[in-house]
């Protein structure tokens, strides 16, 4: 019998906001596994704020999507069909298939997960690339020494929450700024950062962050930008770091973002700051995995996941990201495994 595919095409490039017109949904027949292939079934669909840059036919570090095409992403899926000497019926494996709901893969497309290390939804999150994200960026460009004073923007986020994390194990004070007063008591009642900021509710960020960071910032993650970071910009120790991980609040916006220029802060402060993806990292991703598996074994890492369910509504979880609407990761449930 002939399956049915569902798959999300990207119908336009969107300015501004994506809204229903920015996807389209489509069904079409599942192509026929051949030698070397295996068909899978979709069983979480990550969604990112990277996403949306790839939505703009702009240069970037990874290729635009192609208009009329499935939007590609993080996915964890079961084999239902193997025609490959390297998988069997039942096997989970995690790759790059994106917002559909069947996908025949190469044999070499996708890599098997092992479900009984951990709940296979944590290889698109803490021990995925957001873990991966979190640990490079933190330990190749901000450095973190203990006593020092690291502050993360999107802290709540999957990449924030584990950046600070981290840092705590290193012996840092962890200061996280968020949009909500539940993200600020998650950051300090289960995360144990030492102090959480508002920038909703704060009538004053600076002094805020003069309050939270006594000595001075000496590592800022910033996957914000905007003018989060420009207030951070005003509190940085000499010689401080910054891995520039994200710019979410700029993602949307249809006007160039103009703010305070950076250059004499730098200069006076010898501070750095590093744009960087986690690619740049590729070929020590076993490194990082390794540390990051064992930090959660020890139970001195801890995640949250906001899960969404339902295919039809992936779009509508993207678009959550811009609203801050979840906590920790976000994913998209799309189906049950069979072959558990």
Known sequence: ??????????????KGMPDSNTFKF??????DVKEGQILIKTLYVSVDPYMRGRMVNAESYI???????????????????????????GDVVIGMFGWQLYYVAGENEVRQIDPSIAPITTHLGILGMTGLTAY???????????????VISGAAGSVGSTVGQIAKIKGARVVGIAGSDEKISYLKDELNFDEGINYRTTDNIEADLQWACPYGVDVYFDNVGGEISDAVMTQLNTYARMPICGAISTYNQEEPDIGPRVQQTLIKKSALMQGFTVGNYSDRFKEGAQYLGQWLQEGKLTYRET?????????????DLFRGKNIGKLLVKVSERQYE
């Open 136 to 150: 490079f960026g933190l330990f190749d460009i901000g450095k973190p020494k203990e006593g020092e004073t690291v």
């Open 26 to 31: 489509v069904k079409n027949d599942v192509e």
């Open 1 to 14: 019998m002939t399956l049915t595919n569902q798959q999300i095409l990207l119908a336009e490039r969107p």
């Open 63 to 89: 290729e635009p999507f192609k208009v009329n095409e499935v939007i590609e992403g993080g996915s964890i899926g079961e084999v239902i069909e193997s025609k490959s000497d390297q998988f069997k019926q």
């Open 307 to 319: 899960i969404r369910e339902g295919f039809e509504n992936i779009p509508d979880a993207f678009l």
